[in-house]
């Protein structure tokens, strides 16, 4: 079973998921040229080259279109955002660290708390009547 779904777990199932989420990390969401050698390659200095390598003998010469995937975007904001209140930090420590607005955080704080029942041990008392 692959932590990713669709190409990336096609490209994880080739590359493992350490490189999988080091290449969405950097590139998701674009085209990326496979090239016909990995040897300074973009996508060689990205993920290394014997791994390149191997992305060439799987996908061949050509582009490929990367998802946008957890490791970019709104999605990676909020998933640090929530790592982040799990830890202890106040809404402003998150808000400036995650680029997003307060009140934003506040939704998602909520949402966890109706998620899990919980926030951790470090908010618990904070909801408890």
């Known amino acids: 079973m692959t932590a990713f779904a669709g190409?990336?777990?096609e490209i994880e199932?080739?590359?493992g998921p350490v490189a999988t989420a080091k290449l969405l990390a950097a590139r998701g969401g674009t085209t990326i040229w496979v090239p016909s050698r990995a040897k300074g390659s973009m996508l060689a200095a990205l993920i290394g080259e014997a791994t390149a390598r191997q992305m060439i003998a799987a996908f061949g010469q050509g582009t490929l279109t990367l998802p946008l995937s957890e490791t970019r975007?709104?999605?990676?904001r909020r998933q640090r955002a929530l790592?982040?209140?799990r830890n202890g930090a106040s809404l402003?420590?998150?808000a400036l660290n995650?680029?997003?607005?307060i009140r934003t955080v506040s939704r998602w704080k909520l949402g966890l708390k109706a998620d899990t029942g919980s926030l951790g041990p470090l908010f618990d008392h904070v909801f408890d009547p």
């Open 7 to 9: 190409i990336a777990g």
């Open 83 to 85: 790592a982040l209140l």
């Open 98 to 101: 995650c680029d997003v607005h």
């Open 13 to 15: 199932a080739v590359i």
């Open 92 to 94: 402003t420590e998150v």
């Open 73 to 76: 975007g709104r999605a990676a």
